[in-house]
């Protein structure tokens, strides 16, 4: 967490082990021992390549997959078993945007009945409030009522699709947004707008899991990075010592397996070895401090630890 904020959002030692092959009998464990917080106003990226477990750490936050051992707890509160009474309660204050804005919308509604579905959070709210409350967050994304409200989906951008997701989650007055690989499948001129919308609402005191598999997305927004493999923390802590100085061999992979511009592809070897999760039942690695904010896995976990 930033020095000096307030935790939301506390991950603690949390697994998620599925039951997989002929009668379930095989455990795959997809996270091991994960743990780290998220801050008030604080914008936290969760990287891994994929199969790293990182979407399934993000579904156990939003309560949409139970965990198998640890807690989630947010404002205090284990979450990590609440019930669907309970759960409408948590949503008011966390919600989740993912990466295919597209499969949010049903084709055959307007797109901005994605708003209307939140409308039964505010009992007895008249029309005029609403439609204050919408335009408010729609301006919050930068977003012009005119062009996307009484749109078809087809009728409107990527861009803009992920934008009225956040306006969605906006009019909730949320205090944590869980971001799941949202800029992924938007062009590179459309990214950059989410990616600031998203620095905005962290000077509104918003706290942000931004979920990526993209190392310069991360630099570029998160005040924290976790380094995720095969479902464990390999290394954390504030993201210019994480990059600028990274001290897992892991971390030092992917770092270096990150295309440049003035060097030819042919002139780089580049390998990453499989990303496939664990069925042992191994305990997560320890993570030591090397300096003040900066957390790196020691022991042998199969993939390079330091020793």
């Known amino acids: 967490m930033l020095e000096g904020g307030r935790v939301m959002l506390e991950v603690k030692d949390v697994s998620k082990v599925y039951k997989v092959g002929t009668f379930g009998g095989t455990r795959l464990r ?34 949409l997959s139970r965990t198998t051992t640890g807690t989630i707890s ?25 990466q295919d804005p597209f499969s949010s ?48 989906p087809h009728q409107l951008s990527g861009g803009q699709l992920q934008r009225l997701l956040v306006a969605r989650a906006l009019l909730l007055d949320i205090k944590l947004l869980v971001a799941d690989e949202i800029i992924s499948m938007l062009d590179a001129s459309t990214r ?23 190392l310069s997305l991360g630099n570029y927004i998160s005040d924290r990075t976790v380094i995720l493999r095969h479902g464990e923390i390999v290394e954390l ?23 440049q511009l003035h060097t030819r592809w042919d002139a780089r070897e580049a390998h990453s070895p499989p990303a496939v999760a664990s069925t042992a039942d191994a305990a997560a690695p320890a993570l030591v401090a090397m ?3 900066h957390l790196v896995a020691t022991g042998h976990d199969g993939g390079g630890s330091l020793r």
């Open 105 to 152: 919308y049903n084709p055959i509604f307007k797109a901005d009945r994605v708003l209307t579905l939140v409308k039964g959070f505010f009992p007895g709210i008249s029309k005029s409030e609403w439609d204050a409350k919408v335009e408010a967050s729609l301006q919050a994304v930068r977003l012009d009522p005119s062009t996307c409200l009484g749109k078809y």
């Open 237 to 259: 802590g504030a993201t210019e010592k994480v990059f600028g100085n990274p001290l897992h061999p892991y971390t030092k992979m992917l770092l270096s397996s990150v295309p």
């Open 30 to 63: 997809a996270v091991n021992g994960v743990t780290f917080d998220v801050g008030a106003g604080e914008i936290v990226s969760l990287i891994g390549e994929s199969g790293s477990g990182k979407s399934t750490i993000g579904r156990m936050i939003l309560g």
């Open 192 to 214: 950059i707008d989410v990616l600031n919308l998203l620095g905005d609402l962290k000077r509104r005191g918003l706290g942000v899991l931004f979920v990526t598999h993209d």
């Open 74 to 98: 947010f404002e205090g509160k284990d979450v990590s078993a609440l019930r669907k009474a309970e759960l409408r309660t948590y949503y008011a204050d966390v919600q989740g945007v993912f």
């Open 291 to 293: 300096e003040p904010d």
